[in-house]
């Protein structure tokens, strides 16, 4: 099929709809407008008059803090509502799915702090007769893609420093978990958002690249900021050189987990199974590759395939529940793939059971699976899972170590678990990796340190004042004295 053909099929797709059933028994959990090309170019149409004339670019950035603030304070309120819907349409345990509601509630309420205090610099005394001005203005109207993984806090991520910086919006959700990015845009608006500042367009599967191409490609937005996987990435910054419009990716990982014999071990553990198993392995940023001293390797993998047994998988919205289903039949499927393909490559050395009761025998399960003795280039030490499969690798000296934890095409994060500062500064400094954790995973603590990758992991960076940045444009303005006043 043509690339047209498609685009006509896309359009006649107005005014249906598609459903979003559950990766826990398959019932049905919601059904969404599937909208076309033709949606698409209208809510571009909208955040492209929005920016120009609304008055949102040019507004007081105080008033845009309020709105910010509102919805934060909003969002803590309802945790709840965010937090089930996350549950059920990515499959996320109700605590996880919590975290993610509160994280992203702060991450709006930073952006509406630095909203507040936007500033540019001034450069003086180079010349008599002469000043200079850096100013920050809004980039303009900005399309978001985002994947389905943490639903809500991809998007917070974008929206809050789009909305803090003066730009209006377009976003395109994952077909999986479209609800509460639509809840996040209600909230604005009932925080004082103008509601064509921020549009949202849905699709089905079918529509989904389409529909993101059409935004990446569209020369009426300046900016384009995606998560989500490094091929499809690809494809958005192809298409966003249409009118070399700013282009921000957060891609994959195949992150390095880092465990030197001298680590407090009851810790590295903790952080070896958290990297991993955190919403099912389904992480951008996990810690797939372990990478395990030799003196102390035997007994570690032995003590996590311990309490990888102990993990209670089910329905994500039980409250007893530490591991839910993966998001849909695809990605289950290509899990399986990799765990029938890492043992041809590896020893497998633990696989655990799915629930086999109350309609969960249906629903997408994969078990902790844990590989020991893989080879560096194999596959799956080399791609991306996103299941709860991890690849044990050893070292012996801090070199190799380093070696191995950069052999890899990605470069989003690492950490390293020592006691010996040396160590920890050697390897930190060598691991190309955009954010590395020294004695944690997955540490969100400080969670307004900026964040994206190195290599094939990204473009820019989110959170924080870097992430403002990326939604500002740069203007210097000289003012000169006429000469006769000189
Ligand atoms: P995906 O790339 O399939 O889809 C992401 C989004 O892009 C969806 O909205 C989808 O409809 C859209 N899309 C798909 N193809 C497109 C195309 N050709 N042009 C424009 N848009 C397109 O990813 P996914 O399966 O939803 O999410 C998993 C991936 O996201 C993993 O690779 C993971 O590592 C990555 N991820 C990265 C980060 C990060 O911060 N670096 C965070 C979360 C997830």
New binding site residues.
């Given amino acids: 099929m043509t690339l047209a053909a498609e685009r006509d099929v896309a359009s006649n797709h107005a005014g249906a709809t598609f459903s979003r059933y559950s990766p826990v028994d398959g019932s049905v959990v919601a059904t969404y407008p599937n909208q076309g090309l033709d949606e698409t170019r209208a809510a571009i149409a909208t955040a492209r008059t929005a920016f120009d004339k609304s008055g949102w670019a040019t507004s007081a950035a105080k008033d845009r803090a309020k709105v910010l603030q509102t919805a934060s304070n909003l969002m803590l309120e309802r945790v709840d509502d965010f937090a089930t819907w996350i549950a059920k349409e990515a499959g996320k345990p109700m605590k996880a799915a919590r975290s993610e509601v509160v994280h992203s509630a702060h991450v709006i309420a930073h952006y509406a702090a630095l909203a507040s205090d936007m500033r540019g610099e001034a450069i003086t005394q180079q010349v008599p007769d002469a000043i200079g001005l850096v100013v920050n203005e809004p980039i303009g109207a900005v399309g978001i ?6 639903p809500l806090s ?1 998007v917070a991520r974008k929206v809050a420093p789009a909305l803090a910086a003066g730009c209006t919006l377009v976003a ?4 999986f978990t479209p609800k509460v990015t639509l809840m996040l845009r209600d909230l604005l608006i009932e925080s004082g958002m103008p509601a064509e500042v921020f549009s949202v367009v849905t699709s089905d599967i079918d529509n ?2 389409l529909v ?2 059409e935004i ?1 490609g569209s020369t009426q937005l300046d900016m384009v900021a995606f ?4 091929e ?1 990435g690809k ?2 910054a192809r298409a966003a050189t249409s009118n070399v419009k700013r282009v921000a990716l ?4 195949k992150s390095p987990n880092i465990i030197f014999a001298d680590a407090e071990l009851d810790d590295a553990l903790r952080g070896a199974y958290t990297g991993i198993y955190l919403n099912s392995g389904q992480v ?1 940023q996990a810690g797939t590759r372990l990478l395990v001293q030799r003196s102390v390797k035997d007994e570690f993998v032995e003590r996590l395939i311990d309490m990888s047994k102990k993990i209670r998988m089910g329905d994500p919205l039980d409250p007893q529940t530490e591991m839910g289903p993966l998001v849909n039949e695809k990605q289950f499927a290509r899990v399986q793939g990799y765990v029938e393909r890492g043992i041809s490559e590896a020893k497998l050395v633990y696989r655990g059971e799915t629930p086999k009761d109350g309609g969960m025998e249906r629903g997408h399960f994969v078990a902790p699976t844990i590989f020991d003795e893989v080879d560096s280039r194999a596959t799956i030490a080399q791609e ?1 899972i ?1 299941g709860p499969v991890l690849s044990v690798l050893t070292f012996d000296t801090t070199e190799e170590a380093i070696r191995l934890a950069n052999e890899t095409m990605y470069g ?1 994060a690492a950490a390293v678990w020592t006691t010996n500062i040396n160590t920890a500064f050697e390897v930190t400094k060598a691991i190309r990796a955009g954010t590395v954790w020294v004695n944690a995973y997955h540490a969100t603590s400080l969670n307004n340190m900026p964040y994206g ?1 190195y290599g094939q ?2 473009l820019g960076r989110e959170l924080g004042q870097h992430g403002l940045h990326e939604y500002l444009e740069t203007k210097s303005i000289q003012i000169q004295l006429p000469r006769k006043r000189r």
């Avoid at 395109?172 to 077909?175: D, E, V």
């Avoid at 998560?227 to 490094?230: A, F, K, M, R, V």
């Fill in positions: 893609i985002t994947p389905w993984n943490f991809l395109k959700p994952s077909h989904g690249a993101g191409q990446a998560t989500g996987s490094t499809a494809a958005v957060e891609l994959g990982g951008c991306e996103f989003l990758g992991s990204g």
